[in-house]
């Protein structure tokens, strides 16, 4: 967290999104006094893509078609 005047605030503008990455949160003061806080946004986690999800799958010892089969003769 860093403290920061609003003199100091207009000097950062060209260069915020570098200084909430760094710092995590500021705080912006008039005459010492907070009257605002600038917070990163959080970011979504990145969904895996299909490929590594399948990749994490456990092989199937038995064919698909095999099992839909004995489902079906079994009914």
């Known amino acids: 967290m860093r ?5 100091e605030m207009r000097a950062l503008l060209a260069n915020i999104e570098n200084v909430v990455e760094d710092e995590g949160e ?8 907070p009257v605002a806080r600038i917070l990163p946004v959080e970011t979504r986690p990145a969904f895996p893509s299909h490929a590594d999800l399948r990749a ?5 010892e038995v064919p698909s078609e095999r099992l839909i089969r004995e ?4 009914r």
């Not at 500021?26 to 006094?33: A, K, Q």
């Open 71 to 74: 489902d079906r003769d079994e």
């Open 56 to 60: 994490r799958m456990p092989y199937q």
């Open 26 to 33: 500021l705080v912006v003061t008039r005459h010492g006094r």
């Open 3 to 7: 403290n920061v005047s609003i003199r």
